[in-house]
């Protein structure tokens, strides 16, 4: 199968590409730096900066690209970014497909568990769960919008809304070294709901709905055991034989990411309805299974 993968040398997409390689796929990846992603994966990709490179029918596009959505402060700016490198960039892939004389079969489009807003209440949310309104909902709902076009095309679209996802990289490189050292603990009041995913089962669970052509729509992309931030940092610090007992203050918080602060402060406990209807089943739904497969 020949793939085009945008983010690809990301945190979730190079860990995907690596495994479609494994599996004897060829993999356009679609990047702003071509000889960085050459490198990572010892030239075994195409690597492109534009659409109009692509040199070949694709049997399959993987949308992972975006810009850190939890790195730095919202400023307006900051905002006008996160959107465009999602939807901007979900625009321009949807309409090189229609431009294309063999268009792809299916498109698999990111999206995030952001899509329901920050929610207070305990109940589990489904793929039909309500949502709140606020910035992430809008950029969850308008990239999926986005994605969603390509149905005009008569490409089958699943919309991948993930979780926090732990692996070797991304979230949980950056909480490590506070609590190695013994200086993690809670966010907040650490009562705010925090739905995660292994990154095995978050590349499984891809390649589910890659190679499943009766997969469409939005799914879930979460472990179906969502955990409070406080129960997170009593598993993470148990997992590393450490206290974990330094609860960090909400101000710090805002004050690192503004608005953006109620990506920690806040959540929702999200359930991955869709793939366990479809069969999908997780290797790790606990997260102690989780942290233990990472860490160890």
């Known amino acids: 199968m020949h793939i085009l993968v945008t983010g690809g040398t990301g945190f979730i997409g190079r860990h995907f590409i690596q495994l479609r390689l494994a599996e004897g796929d060829r993999v356009t990846c679609l990047t702003r730096n071509p000889a960085r992603a050459k490198q990572l994966f010892q030239n075994r990709v195409v690597a492109i900066r534009t659409l109009d490179d692509v040199s070949e029918p694709v049997e399959a596009v ?32 949807v309409h090189w497909i229609s431009q294309q004389a063999s268009p792809p079969s299916v498109l698999i489009s990111g999206s995030a568990i952001g899509f329901y807003g920050s929610q207070l209440l305990d109940t589990p949310l489904a793929e039909t769960g309500d949502f709140q309104p606020g910035f992430t909902h809008q950029l969850c709902a308008d990239w999926e919008e986005a994605a969603l076009q390509a149905e005009t ?19 949980l490189s950056k ?41 469409s729509g939005a799914y879930n992309l979460t472990a179906p055991h969502a955990v409070r931030n406080s129960e997170f940092a009593q598993i993470l610090g148990s997992v590393l034989h450490r206290p974990a007992l330094l609860r960090m203050p ?26 366990l209807d479809a069969g999908f089943q997780f290797h790790h739904p606990t997260l102690e299974t989780a942290l233990k497969q990472v860490l160890d």
């Open 175 to 215: 909480m490590l070294p506070a609590f190695r050292f013994g200086l993690g603990g809670p966010i907040g009041s650490g009562q705010q709901w925090m739905s995660w995913i292994a990154l095995e089962d978050h590349l499984r669970a891809i390649n589910h709905l890659l190679t499943h052509p009766d997969a």
């Open 250 to 275: 909400p101000f710090v918080i805002k004050l690192m990411l503004g608005e953006g602060a109620e990506l920690l402060l806040e959540g929702q406990r999200v359930y991955p309805q869709r793939l």
């Open 62 to 93: 993987i949308n992972l690209a975006g810009a850190p959505i939890a790195d730095r402060r919202w400023s307006a700016a900051r905002k006008q970014l996160l959107r465009e490198s999602r939807i901007g960039l979900t625009a321009e892939l």
């Open 153 to 171: 095309c008569g490409v089958r679209v699943c919309l991948i809304r993930t979780g926090v996802v732990m692996g070797n990289g991304g979230a």
